[in-house]
Every structure is written in C-alpha cells, then in structure tokens.
C-alpha cells in the first residue's frame, strides 16, 4: 500500500473524505447505452454505479467517490473526490489496461495486475463487478445465506489470504434486487462498499427494437 499513501498524499483534497457521506459524481452513460428496468441482474447487459468506498490498512484509512460503467467488453472505474476531482481513472477494454493518476498514465494488458504495480492497491477488480450485484465468481464458497435466500457472507479461495465478502443489506435498483452494503476483509486490508445508485443498461438498438417489434408484427 506505499504507493496508494503516497497518491493519496498528493492529493490534498483526500482529508476532506472522512465520513461516507451520500453525493454523487458528474458522469454520462455512452451514447449507445440506455437505462434500463430489469427482474434480476443477470438481465443486465451493462450498469453503472455511483457510491463510496471506505479503505484501511494497517497504513492509510480514507473514503472515496466511486463511479463504475460495467459491461462485458470495457470496464470504466473513476474514484472522485467529493468535489468531484477525479484522483485514480481505470479503465480496460480487449487485453488493455490504462490507468491514470497522480498526473501519470500507466498501461498493461491486465488491468489487476497495473492497479497493483502502480498504486501497490490489491483490490479485487475482476470479482467485484460479480459481487456488487450479489453474485458469485467460480472461486467463491458460498458461506450463509439470508432469510430470503441472498448470499450473506462468502469467501472467494483464489488468493491466501482469501478475501471474505459480508453482504450487510439489499436494496432494489432498476427493478433488481443488489446490495447496498458490502464489507470485504483479506488480512489487514478491509473494504467497506456503499452503493448508493445502480442502474441496468442496455445497448440502444436493442431497446428500440423492442419497442418496434409489436407494431411490426401488426402490420
């Protein structure tokens, strides 16, 4: 973590993040993405999030802004400061990884491994889209559930230590049914993730096909 204090150091604005409060960040969802309602998650093409993350380590304790766009082909992640500075932009798309921050742009084919050489932060970038939404990876044991069946506490076996993922609430956005809170544990590491906005999206061709389709088979 020497690297991500010393981000964060530079960053004045950083010590004004102590408390998780709710606001959000200046976004745009791509043109070809539209917003969308949805029964599960799983029905999602794509989805955006706005929240806040809470990081400590034996090293550094501070809070952040956090803006995921998420779909299957490109990953765009921004932590902002609560005036809306953004302080770390990762962002990978087909085998290619840019990060900028502190002024600086780094590259990589894997976009774990750049977030991990260049901030020394090993945060679980490729299971973490899975678990905001309260799903699993293939390297996860499923340790309880909740009285509705949801996953409550999970551990995923890919790393020693193992992280140690705790679904604290639900909420339903877009229709769907994602969590609210979640606190990740490996080591001395913790996590504390606060979704305050997730939105389903879908690719805009799709969503005006379907809303042509019923006029065209009455015709």
Same mark, same amino acid.
């Given at each position: 973590?020497?690297?991500? $204090?010393?981000?964060?150091?530079?960053?004045?604005?950083?010590?004004?993040?102590?408390?998780?409060?709710?606001?959000?960040?200046?976004?745009?969802?791509?043109?070809?993405?539209?917003?969308?309602?949805?029964? #599960?998650?799983?029905?999602?093409?794509?989805?955006?999030?706005?929240?806040?993350?809470?990081? *400590?380590?034996? /090293?550094?304790?501070?809070?952040?802004?956090?803006?995921?766009?998420?779909?299957? &082909?490109?990953? +765009?992640?921004?932590?902002?400061?609560?005036?809306?500075?953004?302080?770390?932009?990762?962002?990978? $798309?087909?085998? &290619?990884?840019?990060?900028?921050?502190?002024?600086?742009?780094?590259?990589?084919?894997?976009? %774990?491994?750049?977030?991990?050489?260049?901030?020394?932060?090993?945060?679980?970038?490729?299971?973490?889209?899975?678990?905001?939404?309260?799903?699993?990876?293939?390297?996860?044991?499923?340790?309880?559930?909740?009285?509705?069946? $949801?996953?409550?506490?999970?551990?995923?076996?890919? %790393?020693?230590?193992?992280?140690?993922?705790?679904? #604290?609430?639900?909420?339903?956005?877009?229709?769907? &049914?994602?969590? $609210?809170?979640?606190?990740? %544990? *490996?080591? &001395?590491?913790?996590?504390?993730? /606060?979704?305050?906005?997730?939105?389903?999206?879908?690719? /805009?061709? /799709?969503?005006?096909? %379907?809303?042509?389709?019923?006029? +065209?088979?009455?015709?």
């Amino acid at each position: 973590m020497n690297n991500l $204090r010393r981000i964060t150091k530079n960053t004045y604005l950083w010590v004004i993040l102590g408390t998780l409060l709710v606001s959000g960040c200046s976004t745009t969802i791509p043109d070809n993405l539209v917003p969308v309602s949805v029964n #599960k998650v799983q029905q999602a093409d794509a989805w955006e999030m706005q929240g806040k993350l809470a990081v *400590r380590t034996p /090293q550094d304790k501070f809070s952040t802004n956090l803006y995921w766009l998420h779909s299957a &082909e490109h990953d +765009e992640l921004k932590l902002t400061t609560m005036l809306g500075t953004t302080v770390l932009s990762l962002s990978s $798309r087909a085998g &290619e990884a840019t990060l900028e921050v502190d002024g600086k742009t780094y590259k990589d084919s894997d976009p %774990q491994r750049l977030l991990t050489r260049v901030s020394g932060w090993s945060i679980p970038i490729q299971s973490l889209p899975l678990w905001i939404t309260g799903q699993l990876t293939v390297d996860d044991k499923l340790v309880s559930k909740d009285a509705q069946g $949801r996953p409550a506490r999970l551990v995923n076996t890919e %790393q020693l230590p193992p992280w140690e993922v705790d679904f #604290k609430s639900w909420q339903t956005q877009s229709g769907a &049914e994602v969590p $609210r809170l979640l606190n990740l %544990q *490996r080591g &001395e590491v913790s996590l504390k993730l /606060q979704l305050n906005q997730w939105q389903a999206l879908a690719p /805009q061709s /799709q969503t005006l096909l %379907q809303q042509t389709s019923p006029t +065209e088979n009455s015709l």
